[in-house]
C-alpha cells in the first residue's frame, strides 16, 4: 500500500485550537530552558501531557522553520521619499542580510516592494521583524509570501 505524502500548512495562531497553542507555548518553554521537564512545562502552561503528546511533533512555530533560511517578503509601501531607506535600515538594524529588493513603479500613491532575505543572523523572531517593519511609518502592510534555503 502507498503511503500518501505528509502535506504541511501555515495557518495563522489565531486558527489553531487552544490546544495546539498551549503545546507551543510549552515547547517554547523548554526550548528557552524555563521548564526542565515536559511535566513542567505543561503545568506551566495548563495542558495535559497527553495532548502535548498528540501534538509536540505536529505543531511547529513558523519562526523555527525558517531558521538559518531565507524568507521573502512582500511590503505595500506609501509612496514617500525615503521609506525604502527605512524599511532596509530596520531589516540591518535585525541582523538581517538582504539578498534581492524588487519595488514597483509607484501607483496613486502606493509602491510594492518585494524583498527577500537571509534570517539566519536576525536577532528577534520573524513575528518581531514583521512587527518593526509595520511600524516604520510608510508601512501599509507586511506578508510573508516563501520561505525557503
Known amino acids: 500500500m502507498k503511503r500518501k505524502p505528509v502535506q504541511y500548512y501555515l495557518v495563522r495562531e ?4 487552544e490546544s495546539m497553542r498551549k503545546t507551543l507555548e510549552a515547547k517554547a518553554l523548554l526550548e528557552s530552558g524555563k521548564a526542565e521537564q515536559i511535566n513542567d512545562a505543561v503545568a506551566k502552561v495548563g495542558l495535559s501531557r ?4 498528540k ?3 505536529s505543531v511547529i512555530a513558523f519562526h523555527s522553520l525558517v531558521k538559518e533560511k531565507i524568507i521573502t517578503l512582500f511590503i ?5 521619499s525615503g521609506a525604502l531607506s ?4 530596520t531589516v540591518a538594524e535585525l541582523g538581517c542580510n538582504v539578498l534581492t529588493i524588487n519595488q514597483t513603479i509607484p501607483l496613486q500613491g502606493r509602491a ?4 527577500s532575505i537571509e534570517t539566519g543572523t536576525m536577532v528577534v523572531g520573524i513575528s518581531e521583524l514583521m512587527h518593526r517593519l509595520e511600524e516604520v511609518d510608510a508601512v501599509e ?3 510573508v509570501i516563501g520561505s525557503g534555503m
Open 76 to 80: 505595500f509601501l506609501q509612496d514617500r
Open 55 to 57: 501534538y509536540r511533533d
Open 141 to 143: 502592510r507586511v506578508e
Open 14 to 17: 489565531d486558527v489553531l485550537t
Open 112 to 115: 510594492n516592494v518585494t524583498l
Open 86 to 89: 527605512q524599511v532596509l535600515q
Open 50 to 53: 497527553s495532548a502535548f503528546y
